[in-house]
């Protein structure tokens, strides 16, 4: 079984800075990708940004240059530095992992429970 937990979500003005964070537990034989995604009142999860165990990222057009996911592979942490944070990126923010549980296993997937970034105008 793989845990993903998030933190660091809350209110802020637009403008300002959150950084969330994504930390996987459990059985983890190797962690293939991270990534962050997010959904909004009324609206289809979407993609946010993503990263590999190669460090190649990926960003959705509405948040590149504002937004920096990285990770920390001894820690099988990801995190996610959100910039100039405009009331458009009001969301519940979820962590996405895929993962090996055993070498002879395939890949999976896991997600975190979310967490609710507020921006005010």
């Known amino acids: 079984q793989v845990q993903l937990v998030e933190s660091g979500g809350g209110l802020v003005q637009a403008g300002g800075s959150l950084r969330l964070s994504c930390a996987a537990s459990?059985?983890?034989?190797?962690?293939?990708?991270m990534g962050w995604y997010r959904q909004a009142p009324g609206q289809q999860r979407e993609l946010v940004a993503t990263?590999?165990?190669?460090?190649?990222?990926n960003y959705a057009g509405s948040v590149k240059g504002r937004f920096t996911i990285s990770r920390d592979s001894a820690k099988n942490t990801a995190y996610l530095q959100m910039n100039s944070l405009k009331p458009e990126d009001t969301a519940v923010y979820y962590c996405?992992?895929?993962?090996?549980?055993?070498?002879?296993?395939?890949?999976?997937?896991?997600w975190g429970q979310g967490t609710l970034v507020t921006v005010s105008s």
């Open positions: 459990g059985s983890i034989f190797s962690i293939k990708a």
């Open positions: 996405n992992a895929a993962v090996q549980v055993h070498r002879a296993w395939s890949v999976a997937d896991y």
């Open positions: 990263i590999t165990s190669g460090d190649s990222t």
